[in-house]
């Protein structure tokens, strides 16, 4: 599993502006994640930060920094370097003596600086190593992921198979949502009212703590009926914390998930595939505790349904076709072809269908006009025969989506006209069926950054990717974006 890549976090705290600005452009160019303040008031939000950081501190606010020593910290890891006034070399106990992990001079050597931040980057990633393979979790004492695993490898050792044994796993809905509403110390709030049911259901200390406001229990020789209400205890007093952070106030829902201990199985194998049942568990709309097994049935019946089409059981051609917009009569064909034409040559075929019928003066559809017919060369020389394609496959309107694919393959085309009976209504083309019903969507195909705003014609959305034509080679950088000019 590959780790994700984060910027070395670095604060900067002085009331020199200039040396705010000149550190801080530097280190970010060298790739440092910078945040400056030249605020040391006691409400100042760099003091309150709650993730792991290197802080650089301008001794020459010597006051601001002595407060900031004696005061109380947070449980995360700051490695703090002072700043130390030029020729104050007697301030470097003082410093250290108060909690400083290191000291640079003033005015700054950029290469010493570069240095003993990258000490300092690695003695943050020891500290995270340390933790995350620590026992107990700094800011709850609760049990972390590793000593939880190794707590429940030394249970099975002492409990019999015969024993009932579950594991209870407790996952807080929407965190991320609640995050960004309402911020940190809310999670904080709901984690710390969580933190204290378990213990009190549970027992202080017999309980993890597994990051991403999700908690694990393990539950030896009890009786399943009393875990269960346990748990939706648990539930309840997530609800009724009723937390308050800005307005307005909210209620906070949890998903938990009860899976069995098989003792012959690794401990964390067991562990990671409840947090990932877990997972699956919050579509089902929060405050619902849930069996391992029967959700497992659930997921399995629907991954069937899934790969035989279930989805799709009641979607015909009727129902993901493109309508044809209007029948072209046969006497006025050479003056619609002018539009493929121009659609050909200014590389923008997206802009009219693949193909529309051609109906004689009986309105019987004797043929298409589409851009497969024609070539980006001047159609003087083309006779009208030449700008008519034969009919394309089709497929009747009511049948079902699979018989659509099969139709596809058997006459191998990339596009089928849709009938109902005698009439074509519409067509279907191989790329846009795929991208509805087989690709995952993609937002950038809809995203456009709008730069300079024109004129309303910047603001339409289109409603897929651009349909190709077989006859143009589309430049690199073309797009479906592409201004389109006005036609009279």
Not at 190 to 198: E, F
Request: charged fraction near 20%; proline fraction near 5%.
């Amino acid at each position: 599993m590959s780790a994700t890549r984060i910027a070395p976090p670095v604060t900067i705290v002085s009331s020199d502006t200039n040396l705010l600005c000149d550190t801080a452009w530097n280190l970010t160019a060298l790739g440092y994640q910078v945040s400056t303040s030249s605020d040391w008031s006691v409400n100042a939000i760099w003091k309150s930060a709650a993730s792991d950081r290197i802080v650089l501190l301008d001794g020459r606010d010597s006051e601001e920094v002595d407060d900031w020593f004696s005061a109380p910290r947070n449980s995360s890891t700051s490695i703090q370097i002072v700043i130390r006034p030029a020729a104050q070399s007697k301030l470097t106990k003082k410093y250290l003596a108060a909690g400083a992990d290191d000291i640079i001079d003033y005015p700054i050597n950029a290469c010493e600086l570069l240095a003993r931040l990258r000490c300092a980057v690695r003695q943050l990633e020891f500290e995270r190593r340390f933790r995350s393979t620590g026992g107990r979790d700094a800011k709850t004492r609760a049990m972390t992921k590793w000593g939880f695993v190794r707590y429940l490898e030394r249970q099975l050792t002492i409990t019999s198979p015969a024993v009932t044994s579950e594991l209870l796993l407790v996952s807080l809905d929407n965190v991320d949502e609640i995050a960004a509403r309402h911020g940190q110390q809310a999670i904080d709030s709901i984690t710390a009212v969580l933190t204290r049911s378990l213990a009190e259901h549970f027992g202080a200390g017999k309980f993890a703590v597994l990051g991403e406001c999700r908690f694990a229990v393990a539950i030896f020789d009890g009786s399943g009926a009393e875990t269960r209400a346990l748990a939706q205890r648990v539930m309840q007093a997530a609800n009724d914390s009723n937390v308050e952070h800005g307005t307005p106030r909210f209620v906070p829902s949890v998903t938990a998930l009860i899976h069995p201990i098989i003792h012959d199985r690794p401990v964390e194998q067991q562990l990671e595939s409840g947090l990932d049942m877990l997972l699956n568990g919050r579509s089902f709309g929060g405050n619902i505790l849930l069996e391992f097994e029967k959700l497992s049935e659930t997921i399995e019946a629907w991954k069937s349904r899934m790969e035989s089409g279930g989805p799709f059981e009641q979607v015909a051609a009727l129902h993901i076709m493109e309508a044809f917009c209007v029948h072209i009569p046969h006497d006025r064909m050479r003056s619609a072809s002018q539009l493929y034409q121009w659609a050909v040559e200014s590389k923008q075929p997206h802009c009219i269908p693949p193909c529309l019928p051609v109906v004689d003066r009986d309105d019987v559809v004797i043929g298409v006009l589409s851009t497969t017919s024609l070539s980006a060369t001047s159609q003087s020389s083309l006779r009208e025969a030449d700008l008519m394609s034969p009919l394309p496959a089709s497929v009747r309107h009511d049948q079902p989506i699979h018989e659509v694919f099969d139709a596809f393959a058997q006459h191998d085309c990339d596009l089928l006209m849709v009938n109902e009976g005698s009439r074509p209504v519409g067509f279907v083309t191989r790329e846009s069926l795929a991208s509805l019903v087989a690709d995952p969507i993609d937002t950038l195909t809809y995203y456009r950054d709008i730069d300079d705003y024109a004129s309303t014609r910047d603001l339409v959305v289109p409603l897929e990717a651009p349909l190709k034509a077989p006859s143009v080679q589309l430049s690199a950088n073309s797009t479906y974006y592409d201004e389109s000019p006005s036609i009279a």
